[in-house]
């Protein structure tokens, strides 16, 4: 079966006929490739037509698909028995690997997706606080957990509402809105629910529509507010964990906040989240302190394996080398971008994310980003589709670029592109 028969059989099984609604290729006017199998920078699809892949699993794999060391670990993990429920040392070699080289990680608790680990770190900054409220930015993304599927409201700074059926107004009402930037808005959440706020939560690099850097005054700003107002700051480092350098956004920027949440590469492409954080906040968690947190499935040995595989082979070397290839990918598309018909296009570049967006050079909140976009979208999408070169499936997400997108990547890029 081609891939397209294989969509229509997965419409009728499977609702929408995907597992994750962004797979869908929703307004992208085609359906969704089935892939087949994957190697370094490529995929191939149940049709047999490769792709240069710019999605990269939405980011786990830094080091590429399938990278030898990271197959090696996974196989012989695997030989070992691939589920315990029970301690075992591969969750302890890779919390001790990740506290060795990030000093300001004291202690780290795995689960299984990024979603849990948000859903912990705001359980574990209300536990800790004793407080109810949470902070959260217009545009950022934290999972799909009830209290962050929430959108701004039209009211006064804060407001909020769901932005999903079937998550309460009650819940709804103990998360508050503010705009990327907005220090007034801040400001005014603190004012109006004095002593109330349990955390502010950040992608500290938002990643999720677009690529809208921030300044550092405004996270330093918002690490003030933290401190100053007896609440948490968070860091979702989901994407930029391990990305932007080993140390993440943290680490980069120097802003320390008091939870941070990863997922992603650190489980090197097998499904991981993580909370971690000083061992004063971290020591809340069951079976320490009182607020609970488990998983049948949490530290899975075979994950842990392709975690600490991964992140082994993650030295300033492996950095610098991304971003050389990432300044290649970017100077080839925007030349291309300009020359075919898509000259009002940018590419916003941050180490090894990408995002290719009309009308402005840069974005840094979600009132900036152009309102046909997806519609706009659909053409660079097929464009590339077609040359053999597969983007995230819509408009909002960022690519990225992997190790594994060499000079030899590079130069097939270029003919794909050109020809
Ligand atoms: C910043 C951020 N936080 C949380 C999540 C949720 O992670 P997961 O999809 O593993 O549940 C994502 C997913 O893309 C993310 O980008």
Redesign the pocket.
Known sequence: MNSNELYQKSLKLVPGGVHSPVRSFKGLHTTPRFIKNSDGAYLTDEDGKEYIDFCMS?GPLILGHRNPKVETAIIDAVKRGWSYGACEKYSLELAEYIISRIPFIEQIRFMN???EA?MTALRLARGYTGKSKVIKFDGC???HLDSMLIKAGSGLAGTAEASSRGVTEETAKDTLICELGDEAAVKACFAAHHNQIAAIVI?PLP??NGLMPQSESFLKFLRKMATDNGALLIF?E??SGFRVQFDGYAGFSGIRPDIL?Y?KIIGGGMPV?AVAGPKAIMQELAPVGGVYQAGTLSANPVAMSAGLATLMQLTPQTYKQIETQSQKIQTLMTEWMKEFGFADYYMTRSGSLFWNHPDMASVSKISEIPKNLGTRFYQLFQTMLEKGIYLAPNAYEVGFVSLAHNNDVIEDLKNKLWN
């Open positions: 939405f997706s990024g979603t948000v993304y934290h999972g992608e990643a999720n979702d989901v994407i949440t997922g989240g």
